[in-house]
Structure formats: structure tokens, C-alpha cells
Nanobody
Framework: QVQAIESGGDLVQPGGSLKLSCTVSGLNFDDYPLGWFRQVPGQERDGVAC????????HYDPSVKGRFTISRDNANDTLHLQMNSLKVEDAAMYYC??????????????????WGKGTLVTISS
């Protein structure tokens, strides 16, 4: 069973930075494209960024492009999300999960129905 453990969430001021991390077990980490998702209460969980198994391709939601960077460390089975220039609207619970491929590229469609507990990002001055 896939199990994700997210960490790194915190309270930061607008304009600040955070780096989220995620470890995923229950699968061969090196073989899977992965993604970051976020959810605020009362709304659906949305894809933020995704990365192929070899890091050759990444995709971002337009709302975070240029501010967030997804990366992975296959040697340590860890996924990261560097978040810069944070905005109030970035506040959410952040999750990571394996994602589906489409034409060899990562997507924002999760390939699991099992989610971790997430890590909370709060933006406030």
C-alpha cells in the first residue's frame, strides 16, 4: 500500500519561502512520476506540480509557475517542493502522491486513492 509522509509546512508571511518534503513508501520510488497537490477546506484537491521519474519533465499549475519548483531525490526516495514568493492564496494542506503518465509526461491525476496526512502551509502577516 502506498504511504506518503509530507513535512515542512509552517506559518510564513506573504512573500516568504518554504520547502516541503515527502517520502513515499509502498512502491519503487524511482519508477514513478510524482506530484504535489493542495486542498483548502470545502474545495477539491488540486494538482500543483508534477515530475517524471527521471526529473526530465515537470509541470506546474499556472498559479504557481515561476514561484514553485518541484524536485526529487531518487537516492533518498524524497520529493520536494520549493515554494517562493508565497501568497495568501497558497495557504492550504499540501499532499504528495504518485501520478499518472500521459504520452510519457506527468499529469495531475493521482494514481493512488491513498493519501497521507498532508502538511499545512499557512500564510499570514
Amino acid at each position: 500500500q502506498v504511504q506518503a509522509i509530507e513535512s515542512g509546512g509552517d506559518l510564513v508571511q506573504p512573500g516568504g519561502s518554504l520547502k516541503l518534503s515527502c517520502t513515499v513508501s509502498g512502491l519503487n520510488f524511482d519508477d514513478y512520476p510524482l506530484g504535489w497537490f493542495r486542498q483548502v477546506p470545502g474545495q477539491e484537491r488540486d494538482g500543483v506540480a508534477c515530475i517524471t521519474w527521471n526529473s526530465r519533465s515537470t509541470h506546474y499549475d499556472p498559479s504557481v509557475k515561476g514561484r514553485f519548483t518541484i524536485s526529487r531525490d531518487n537516492a533518498n526516495d524524497t520529493l520536494h517542493l520549493q515554494m517562493n514568493s508565497l501568497k495568501v492564496e497558497d495557504a492550504a494542506m499540501y499532499y504528495c502522491a504518485p501520478v499518472m503518465l500521459r504520452y510519457g509526461d506527468c499529469t495531475f491525476s493521482p494514481s493512488t486513492t491513498t493519501w497521507g496526512k498532508g502538511t499545512l502551509v499557512t500564510i499570514s502577516s
